[in-house]
């Protein structure tokens, strides 16, 4: 690899799809297996659990419920300090890691219901913002 192609080279998370429906609400596209049931987010065109390739696309909605989280206050360039990622599970059928973002230290705890929301991750060097499906606390 040439030291300009290297320079230019942009090495991004491996993340999950996900949409904005008619709604307006935040959608994750994820995949369930045809032959053992198996959920996947990100998707998988090859389920893990079986090896089928009879995979089809569903669509993972909040609320989610937290099962933990942590504060990461050592972060590479780009991510704003502290950062707080956290586990929600969908569903019983699934967990998902994913930023939470607007919430105080009182509102994260164990089995507190959080909704889906889209916002930036991190910015780049040259000022581009990266985008990521988030957590965020529902406001009642
Ligand atoms: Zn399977």
């Known amino acids: 690899m040439s030291e300009k192609a290297a320079s230019s080279t942009r090495i991004r998370p491996r993340i999950g799809r996900w949409e904005i429906d008619d709604q307006g609400e935040v959608v994750l596209l994820g995949t369930r297996c045809g032959e053992c049931g198996e959920v996947a987010f990100p998707e998988h065109q090859i389920c893990v659990n079986c090896g089928s390739e009879s995979t089809s696309e569903i669509r993972i909605k909040g609320p989610t419920t937290l099962r933990n989280y942590t504060i990461v206050h050592q972060l590479p360039p780009g991510f704003e300090s502290p950062w707080v990622v956290g586990y929600g599970e969908f ?50």
């Not at 089995?111 to 930036?120: E, F, I, P, S, T």
Request: glycine content about 12%; overall charge negative; some cysteine.
């Open 91 to 140: 569903d019983g059928q699934m967990v998902i890691l994913a930023p939470i973002v607007g919430a105080t230290r009182d509102e994260l705890h164990e089995g507190v219901a959080l909704g889906l929301c889209v916002g930036v991750t991190k910015v780049e060097d040259d000022g581009e913002e990266l985008h990521s499906y988030q957590f965020t606390p529902l406001k009642a």
